[in-house]
């Protein structure tokens, strides 16, 4: 009885450390994101003139994407190497520390073209630790999971995505409620930065207190673990990575539209193509929709351990296919209420394409490649999908003049990401401990 409840206990600490974890670091990520809206362009990219340096900003939002393979291939060979919980407290470090020197950056009006070139640098080191976070939370949830609750343990780093942007938005929120549009932009725009060092000490001790995942230390003890994980893997298990890869696009993309493309179109003038809503309420509607994403990506967790992780992600595809481009009528009627319905409903449809991912890429790989190979194939996925949908948006919108044809961007990677899906044999609730050598006896 008493192992029965260390176990529990071992397992809310698991539970606590991945979501507390991943949900600091997609705060430090998202805050960005929602500068990069907002005060970034005039601030730091000033001399390309209004309508680039916006741009610009999206595109240093994307760089950072570039760099996720990067941080995936050394946290995942470590990880496989080492273990899971090395890497976890590592990339919450190195995550935390770029995003506090951000909030302390002189702008290009103090120091010139130093300025955009050490804000990407950091952007750099944002992306290398995001890269490995991930697959190390993914797989310390679901190697945990008691038998029938894999999708459900799953879940949790999933819904760190949104409880990160809830602490995001919410604090902007606050903040420019608070502040004048003059203080927000000379300083107040620098506190969400600034604040992330407390919740990286309050991510840190819990993490530190989290037990190696039990695949891991039995991959130790039968000494299974791969002297070249990432040979193996690419020798092995490419078709894996790519359908993982592929899989992961379309909830990305439309996901960064959500955190980041939505405010800053509803904030924009009108004169300037925007709908000229406040800041203060836009950012509430945000906050408020982004609680339906968090609780329909636990949801999606829970059914996929019912009906299954490729099916849960089926129907969340669909969803997002169908209001794909409906939901910008509702956007463009310029009324609050329909713009929170409108991203609302969206998140439907992410929540369940995004809660049974940490299950399903995990069941996809064995145990001695599984740190890389979940790692790098939801890094490429975010290049393909997330790094640069805001300036893709952007882009869309100044071609064509229609926000609507945004949601045809958004339809044709979710038909991609649903097809590949579609291709992934099931192998809910197969055993997690078999190594490449196992399976190819």
């Known amino acids: ?62 760089i950072s994407f570039l760099f996720r393979p990067l941080g995936a291939i050394v946290a995942g060979h470590l990880g496989d190497r080492l273990g899971r919980k090395r ?70 780093p999933q819904i760190g995505v949104p409880v990160g942007m809830i602490l995001a938005t919410a604090t902007m929120w606050a903040i420019t409620t608070t502040l004048t549009e003059e203080q927000f932009l000379s300083w107040g725009w620098r506190i969400p930065f600034i604040f992330s060092i407390a919740l990286i000490a309050i ?64 904030t924009r003038p009108v004169e300037a193509g925007g709908l000229g809503l406040e800041r203060p309420p836009v950012l509430l509607a945000t906050t408020l929709a982004s609680f339906g994403w968090l609780g329909f990506t636990l949801f999606g967790g829970i059914i996929s351990d019912r009906i299954g992780r490729v099916r849960t992600f089926q129907i969340g595809y669909g969803l997002i296919a169908i209001w794909a481009i409906p939901m910008w009528f509702l956007i463009d009627t310029g009324n609050i209420v329909m713009y929170f319905l409108a991203l609302f409903l969206l998140t439907v449809g992410l929540g369940l394409s995004y809660g049974p991912q940490a299950a399903l890429y995990a ?21 393909l999908g997330g790094a640069f949908a805001p300036m893709i948006a952007e882009l869309v919108f100044g071609k064509t003049g229609a926000s609507w044809s945004i949601g045809v961007y958004i339809l044709v990677v979710t038909i991609v990401s649903l097809v590949a899906v579609s291709l992934v044999k099931s192998k809910d609730n197969a055993p997690l401990n078999k190594t490449t050598a196992d399976s190819h006896i």
């Open 1 to 62: 009885m008493t192992q029965s409840i260390s176990h529990t206990r071992e397992q809310r600490r698991v539970l606590a450390g991945t979501v507390v974890g991943t949900s600091i670091e997609w705060y430090d990520f998202f805050i960005y994101a929602q500068a990069a809206g907002v005060v970034l362009g005039p601030l730091f990219f000033a001399p390309a003139g209004e309508t680039v340096a916006q741009i610009v900003a999206w595109a240093s939002l994307g």
């Open 87 to 156: 890497m976890l407290v590592m990339t919450l470090l190195l995550m935390g520390i770029a995003t506090a020197l951000i909030g302390a950056l002189p702008t290009y009006a103090q120091i010139g073209m130093a300025a955009p070139a050490l804000l990407v640098l950091l952007r750099v080191s944002q992306g290398f630790s995001a890269g490995g976070e991930w697959g190390g939370a993914a797989l310390m949830s679901v190697e945990h999971a008691p038998e029938g609750k894999r999708g459900f343990f799953g879940a949790y």
């Open 203 to 266: 991510g840190y001790a819990i993490r530190r207190a989290v037990e190696e995942s039990p695949v891991f230390k039995e991959l130790q003890e039968r000494k299974g673990e791969s002297s070249a994980p990432l040979k193996t893997l690419f020798k092995r298990n490419a078709k894996e990575v790519l359908l993982a890869a592929l899989i992961f696009i379309a909830n990305n993309a439309a996901g960064y539209l959500l955190i980041a493309f939505f405010s800053a179109y509803a």
């Open 363 to 383: 069941e996809m790989f064995p145990a001695d490649i599984r740190y890389s190979g979940v790692s790098i194939g939801y890094a490429i996925g975010a290049i």
